[in-house]
Nanobody, 120 residues
Framework: QVHVVESGGGLVQPGGSLTLSCAAS????????MRWYRQAPGRQREFVAS???????NFADSVKGRSTVSRDNAKNTMSLQMNALEVEDTAVYYC??????????????WGQGTRVTVSS
Protein backbone atom coordinates (compact mmCIF):
# COMPACT_ATOMS: atom_id res chain seq x y z
CA GLN A 1 0.00 0.00 0.00
CA VAL A 2 1.20 3.48 -0.87
CA HIS A 3 -0.20 6.54 0.80
CA VAL A 4 -0.09 9.93 -0.92
CA VAL A 5 -0.85 13.12 0.99
CA GLU A 6 -1.12 16.65 -0.34
CA SER A 7 -0.84 19.78 1.75
CA GLY A 8 -0.49 23.53 1.41
CA GLY A 9 -3.83 24.52 -0.02
CA GLY A 10 -5.81 27.48 1.20
CA LEU A 11 -7.23 30.86 0.36
CA VAL A 12 -5.00 33.18 -1.65
CA GLN A 13 -5.62 36.58 -3.20
CA PRO A 14 -5.26 37.01 -6.95
CA GLY A 15 -1.64 37.67 -7.80
CA GLY A 16 -0.42 35.79 -4.77
CA SER A 17 1.70 32.67 -4.48
CA LEU A 18 1.24 29.25 -3.00
CA THR A 19 3.33 26.14 -2.52
CA LEU A 20 1.70 22.75 -2.52
CA SER A 21 3.45 19.68 -1.18
CA CYS A 22 2.98 15.99 -1.82
CA ALA A 23 4.42 13.15 0.22
CA ALA A 24 4.35 9.48 -0.69
CA SER A 25 4.94 6.70 1.79
CA UNK A 26 4.53 2.98 2.09
CA UNK A 27 5.67 0.03 0.02
CA UNK A 28 7.71 2.02 -2.50
CA UNK A 29 10.72 0.45 -4.12
CA UNK A 30 11.29 3.42 -6.43
CA UNK A 31 9.23 6.55 -6.83
CA UNK A 32 8.96 7.41 -10.51
CA UNK A 33 7.14 10.29 -12.18
CA MET A 34 5.04 12.47 -9.89
CA ARG A 35 2.25 14.62 -11.25
CA TRP A 36 -0.12 17.34 -10.18
CA TYR A 37 -3.66 17.50 -11.45
CA ARG A 38 -6.49 19.81 -10.54
CA GLN A 39 -10.23 19.77 -10.74
CA ALA A 40 -12.27 22.94 -10.68
CA PRO A 41 -15.96 22.88 -9.77
CA GLY A 42 -18.01 21.52 -12.64
CA ARG A 43 -14.96 20.65 -14.71
CA GLN A 44 -12.95 17.55 -15.46
CA ARG A 45 -9.67 16.84 -13.76
CA GLU A 46 -6.78 18.28 -15.75
CA PHE A 47 -3.02 17.90 -15.80
CA VAL A 48 -1.00 20.68 -14.18
CA ALA A 49 2.63 19.62 -13.90
CA SER A 50 4.93 16.65 -13.66
CA UNK A 51 8.46 15.80 -12.66
CA UNK A 52 10.38 12.64 -13.42
CA UNK A 53 12.77 10.95 -11.04
CA UNK A 54 15.66 12.57 -12.89
CA UNK A 55 14.08 16.00 -12.53
CA UNK A 56 12.63 16.57 -15.97
CA UNK A 57 9.57 18.79 -15.69
CA ASN A 58 6.50 19.44 -17.79
CA PHE A 59 3.73 21.99 -17.33
CA ALA A 60 0.29 22.67 -18.66
CA ASP A 61 0.12 25.80 -20.77
CA SER A 62 -2.20 27.38 -18.22
CA VAL A 63 0.51 27.42 -15.51
CA LYS A 64 3.68 27.46 -17.60
CA GLY A 65 5.97 30.34 -16.79
CA ARG A 66 4.53 31.01 -13.38
CA SER A 67 5.01 27.62 -11.73
CA THR A 68 7.91 25.49 -10.64
CA VAL A 69 7.92 21.88 -9.52
CA SER A 70 10.62 20.13 -7.53
CA ARG A 71 11.11 16.87 -5.67
CA ASP A 72 13.26 15.27 -3.02
CA ASN A 73 13.90 11.66 -3.96
CA ALA A 74 15.32 10.84 -0.55
CA LYS A 75 12.13 11.95 1.15
CA ASN A 76 9.66 10.89 -1.57
CA THR A 77 8.21 14.36 -1.70
CA MET A 78 7.28 16.84 -4.39
CA SER A 79 6.40 20.52 -4.31
CA LEU A 80 4.55 22.80 -6.69
CA GLN A 81 5.05 26.53 -6.37
CA MET A 82 2.53 28.66 -8.19
CA ASN A 83 2.91 32.41 -8.62
CA ALA A 84 0.68 35.11 -10.02
CA LEU A 85 -2.35 33.08 -9.04
CA GLU A 86 -5.57 33.72 -10.88
CA VAL A 87 -9.18 33.08 -9.97
CA GLU A 88 -9.11 30.39 -12.65
CA ASP A 89 -6.54 28.47 -10.57
CA THR A 90 -9.22 27.73 -7.99
CA ALA A 91 -9.53 23.96 -7.78
CA VAL A 92 -8.78 20.88 -5.77
CA TYR A 93 -5.20 19.89 -6.50
CA TYR A 94 -4.31 16.22 -6.58
CA CYS A 95 -0.96 14.50 -6.49
CA UNK A 96 -0.40 11.30 -8.43
CA UNK A 97 2.66 9.19 -7.73
CA UNK A 98 3.90 6.49 -10.08
CA UNK A 99 6.08 3.96 -8.30
CA UNK A 100 7.53 0.50 -8.63
CA UNK A 101 6.88 -1.98 -5.87
CA UNK A 102 9.13 -4.75 -4.58
CA UNK A 103 8.17 -6.92 -7.56
CA UNK A 104 9.10 -4.12 -10.00
CA UNK A 105 5.50 -3.63 -11.00
CA UNK A 106 4.68 -0.04 -11.89
CA UNK A 107 1.67 1.25 -9.99
CA UNK A 108 0.05 4.60 -9.32
CA UNK A 109 -1.48 6.13 -6.26
CA TRP A 110 -3.52 9.30 -5.85
CA GLY A 111 -3.88 11.59 -2.90
CA GLN A 112 -7.14 12.94 -1.56
CA GLY A 113 -6.46 16.46 -2.79
CA THR A 114 -5.89 19.88 -1.28
CA ARG A 115 -8.20 22.79 -2.03
CA VAL A 116 -6.89 26.04 -3.45
CA THR A 117 -9.17 29.05 -3.58
CA VAL A 118 -8.05 32.22 -5.30
CA SER A 119 -10.31 35.07 -4.35
CA SER A 120 -10.21 38.65 -3.17
Amino acid sequence: QVHVVESGGGLVQPGGSLTLSCAASGDIFSLETMRWYRQAPGRQREFVASITRSGRTNFADSVKGRSTVSRDNAKNTMSLQMNALEVEDTAVYYCKADYSDRWSIIRASWGQGTRVTVSS
